[in-house]
């Protein structure tokens, strides 16, 4: 019986990180209301809607904006449909500021890494605001991304290994109680050996 939970254990830990491993992007859930702001926004790079484009972006950036935007859309018209990997509201002392939020899209062509990073701000009583965004394309992922990447693979490891220890203690745990009877009451040999036998004249 502690063979097949072995056996188990170690199929399982293998499937989980090779899954992990199958991914190459790993996609963060984001807020309904900054998903409604990025994609539409994206999109319109993707195609190449430019004034479509600046009605999420700050005024204080716009100009900024205009210098690489044919070639920004030019890389997301090529590369797969980027997905959210990086979604990290701006720490403040009592929590985070969700007013505040740093993004990145990516999405992995062949050996390229092609990525996006937003920032975004909110005023109060206000809507969200593009301060800052780029597009890239390079060989090797966006520095936050890596580190994601590692920390998921740690994760897998860790957890992976916490199956292994588990299903091998409900193995032995198993093995203990089958062999429990046998620990308490072993099982007594027939006896064979002859036993004299005094007897007391009196009780004759």
Known sequence: MSRIYLVLAVALSIFGLSACDRAAVNVVPLPDDVAAFTTPF??????GDQA???KFVSEGFADDSRIQFAEMSAL???SPALVPAIYQPKAELLGRNKNEVNLTFAAKDGKQWISSEIRLY??????????YWDVNAAEKPPELLAHADQMRKFTGWFTAGLAVMALLGLALLIWVV??????IAPDLGIETRRVA????DGDI
């Not at 089958?178 to 620990?183: F, L």
């Not at 036998?197 to 007391?200: D, G, H, K, N, S």
């Open 122 to 131: 909110r005023p109060e009583g206000g809507k969200f605001e593009i301060e």
């Open 52 to 54: 479509a484009a600046e």
């Open 42 to 47: 994206l999109a319109a790079v993707k195609r």
């Open 197 to 200: 036998a005094t007897v007391r």
């Open 76 to 78: 997301l018209k090529k």
């Open 178 to 183: 089958k062999r429990r009877t046998h620990i």
